[in-house]
């Protein structure tokens, strides 16, 4: 099974959830279950309790021509 979190860093990182219920979701995680997380800022022991952390760079996005962000795409 998989889970994704989209941009639950970022809602750590703001406190609207509390970073300690993002390390106990993954503490308490069944085996069997794969976890994504993602969004900037990433506190650092979610860092380190993680398999795999990647860091993208944006190159390009339509925001840079004044494209406003799109529901179903950006959001």
């Known amino acids: 099974d998989l889970i994704v979190l989209d ?3 970022i809602a750590a990182a703001w406190k609207l959830i509390e ?3 993002v390390v106990k979701l993954i503490s308490d995680k069944p ?3 794969e976890l994504i997380l993602t969004g900037r800022g990433a506190d650092a022991e ?3 309790r993680a398999d ?3 860091e993208m760079v944006k190159i390009k996005h339509p925001y840079d021509k004044g ?3 799109r529901k179903g795409i950006d959001y």
């Open 31 to 33: 085996l069997n279950v």
């Open 19 to 21: 970073p300690n219920e």
């Open 46 to 48: 979610l860092i380190e």
């Open 67 to 69: 494209i406003k962000a």
């Open 7 to 9: 941009e639950v860093n």
């Open 52 to 54: 795999l952390v990647t």
